[in-house]
């Protein structure tokens, strides 16, 4: 249980440069098809679909020709000290194993919610329908991730078993599974990023890229002064991107440059 | 054709026609939630208002509230039994129905709540200690079993029963016990009352919902008890003087009901000597560390200032001097209204704390939503309801719940 910051040798996280996204949508398609996400029943109804990955749309609003805008993908951001597992009543979810991917056994879940209610990056989604796969797209499922019946709470896992199949590799090479080498491990939408803005590796590791992206004074972690420690961080050059990253008061700046 | 036999003694009752009506009316409704309840079970939560955003909905709401209502049981009981004020003798049987009523609705309703309610019992099998959850769940099964250790004697204490020497016996040694169980019932009370609170409180990343800590407890743990069991002894005196209403007898004499109001107002006052200081901490303390302000909390009609006004103010310090001042708790009408609005103040807390809480967005860039509860959780809730009349109706016509129904009926 994680009632305080648990620290870790390995501490797999992301930097997101949100100045690289356009916002495509590729992270999103690849998650829900590597994590064998349903087709959702009415894809129309936001608030009922499944989006481990979501892609939220963030604006400066200002006026044209001063209009910008960023957007800023939002996987489980695999918090230090999250909320969600000191209130699980079962412990179906936790944040014990080395890498600090926060899990979540379906099979253990009652669908209590109590953990959707303590995230405050909504990046917990309960099954609201039976996944129901068109026929023959079943055949496309990824074998090694479980489907989830209705009734239960998922979330995104950082392709937990894409570090299973790393291990398995290292282990069968020779090497040792504890240290991975950079690209070793990756999940499946930082794999399709068309534009590079998501990297993946140990925070912890000084030569793998994320641990210099998240020393940078560009970089943020999304609502950082509510303490949850996530080990997704986000980078970006424009003050007004990195703002929006918390909630400042008017007398209040922002961090960085 | 009467069921005269099964009355208590020397009291009237309706014709047996007439209740049958009555209960045909209670039937019906509590029809419509069983439907709603395999709606649910056999559609899944989709068909509820609760969303990727509402977590939690009606139902929570619903059970928090009618848990705090109930809290007259074991708050009467303790009062009654180990404190030993005297004048709740004559409604502490009323206390204990209406708390079971009470804390076996909820756990009907948390059936319904769950995703997964085969799985329920995976909370005593795999508890999580660190979870007010878990505390929850086993204090309020506990304490149910307590409710039904209570409710026992004054089932056996049916005329008809009675006459059954064992029964008589064991209804007897159920009394002579029940000071243990009341301390019992006491003990988990307060704690289950406390953690429900705790359960938001503890939510360190919803600044609507987060307190500080006391010892290992936020504080909305304390706030939660108190404001329970300063509704519950009113709630439980209202529905004694609806079953009045309703029956055309005197059932309490009406210095029960004033010494109920009493210690009523007297625990709102405390509660909200504290309520006050808590949102004052929150407003100046909490909310500008999470570098919100305090109107940014408050959005529309739906989660509006007017509710924390209505809260603190019309529906807490207004009735407190009502029910602190003798004159005004003296007076009937001014006594029910002011129980009445102790009752809806706490069903506001246990709305704002559970809805705001998650309409609330956290990220700059998010939106507020509006929580709408669909006909699948008004019906289990009206039921629950309709459940609770069943029991009373069944309590009153049958057993001798009100001690001093016959020398106040004597013509």
Request: hydrophobic fraction near 45%; glycine fraction near 8%; charge should be positive.
């Amino acid at each position: 249980m994680v009632l305080y910051l648990k620290e870790f040798k390995i501490k797999w996280g992301m930097v997101i440069d949100l100045d690289r996204c356009t916002g495509c949508g590729a992270c999103m398609v690849a998650c829900q098809a590597e994590n064998n996400i349903a087709p959702p029943v009415d894809a129309s109804d936001k608030r009922y679909s499944l989006t481990w990955m979501l892609v939220y749309q963030l604006s400066n609003k200002q006026p044209y020709p001063n209009h910008d805008v960023a957007y800023m993908p939002r996987p489980c951001l695999q918090c230090g000290k999250p909320n969600c597992v000191p209130v699980c009543p079962v412990i179906a979810t936790d944040k014990n194993q080395e890498g600090g991917i926060v899990s979540q056994v379906n099979a253990r879940c009652i669908g209590c919610r109590y953990c959707m209610a303590a995230c405050p990056y909504h990046a917990r989604y309960f099954n609201w329908q039976d996944p129901v796969w068109p026929e023959g797209m079943e055949k496309t499922l990824t074998p090694d991730v479980s489907t989830r019946p209705r009734g239960v709470v998922e979330k995104c896992l950082f392709c937990h078993h894409r570090y299973m199949y790393a291990r398995d590799k290292a282990r069968i090479e020779g090497r040792d599974p504890n240290a991975l080498n950079e690209g070793d491990y990756i999940p499946a939408c930082v794999e399709m990023c068309p534009t590079g803005a998501m990297v993946f590796g140990d925070l912890e590791n000084p030569e793998h890229k994320v641990h210099k992206l998240s020393k940078s004074p560009y970089a943020f972690r999304l609502l950082e002064r509510l303490n949850t420690k996530p080990q997704v961080y986000y980078y970006s050059k424009r003050e007004w991107v990195r703002k929006q990253g918390d909630n400042y008061l008017e007398h209040e700046t922002v961090g960085g440059v | 054709m009467s069921d005269k036999e099964l009355w208590p003694e020397g009291v009237q009752r309706c014709s047996l026609k007439l209740f049958i009506a009555w209960l045909a009316v209670i039937f019906a409704v509590l029809a419509w939630g069983v439907y709603a309840a395999y709606v649910v079970w056999a559609g899944g939560l989709i068909v509820t208002g609760m969303d990727n955003y509402f977590a939690f909905g009606l139902y929570i709401i619903f059970d928090l509230a009618v848990i705090a209502l109930g809290a007259g049981a074991f708050f009467s009981g303790l009062l009654y039994y180990l404190v030993r004020v005297e004048g709740l003798k004559n409604i502490i049987n009323l206390a204990v129905i209406i708390g079971f009523i009470c804390y076996s609705g909820a756990l009907l309703i948390l059936t319904l709540e769950v995703g997964q309610p085969l799985r329920a019992w995976f909370g005593f099998w795999h508890p999580n200690v660190h979870s007010m959850l878990t505390e929850v769940i086993f204090c309020i099964t506990c304490y149910m079993l307590v409710l039904t250790i209570e409710f026992i004697p004054i089932i056996l204490e049916n005329r008809k029963l009675n006459k059954i020497k064992f029964l008589h016996h064991m209804a007897h040694n159920f009394h002579v016990i029940m000071p243990l169980f009341a301390g019992v019932g006491a003990f988990l009370s307060f704690f289950h009352q406390g953690s429900l609170g705790g359960m938001y409180g503890v939510l360190f990343s919803r600044p609507y919902a987060f307190r500080e800590g006391f010892f290992i407890w936020p504080w909305t743990f304390f706030l939660f008890i108190l404001s329970a069991v300063a509704s519950g002894p009113g709630f439980t005196m209202l529905v004694a003087t609806l079953m009045e209403k309703m029956t055309g007898r005197k059932l309490v004499d009406f210095s029960v009901k004033a010494l109920m109001g009493k210690i009523s107002g007297t625990m709102l006052a405390i509660y909200l000597v504290f309520k006050y200081l808590d949102t004052w901490a929150w407003a100046t303390g909490i909310l500008p560390r999470s570098g919100l302000t305090f109107s940014e909390v408050f959005y529309g009609v739906a989660y509006g200032k007017w509710l924390l006004f209505s809260e603190l103010v019309v529906f807490g310090l207004f009735p407190a001097v009502l029910l602190l001042y003798s004159k005004t708790r003296n007076t009937p009408w001014i006594l029910y209204s002011a129980c009445t609005m102790v009752g809806i103040g706490v069903i506001i807390n246990r709305y704002v704390q559970t809805a705001q809480t998650l309409a609330h967005p956290v990220m700059p860039f998010d939106r507020w939503y509006v929580y709408v509860p669909t006909w699948a959780e008004w019906a289990p809730s009206l039921a629950v309801i309709a459940y609770g009349a069943l029991i009373l109706s069944l309590a009153y016509r049958y057993l001798p719940v009100f001690p001093q129904e016959r020398k106040l009926n004597q013509a």
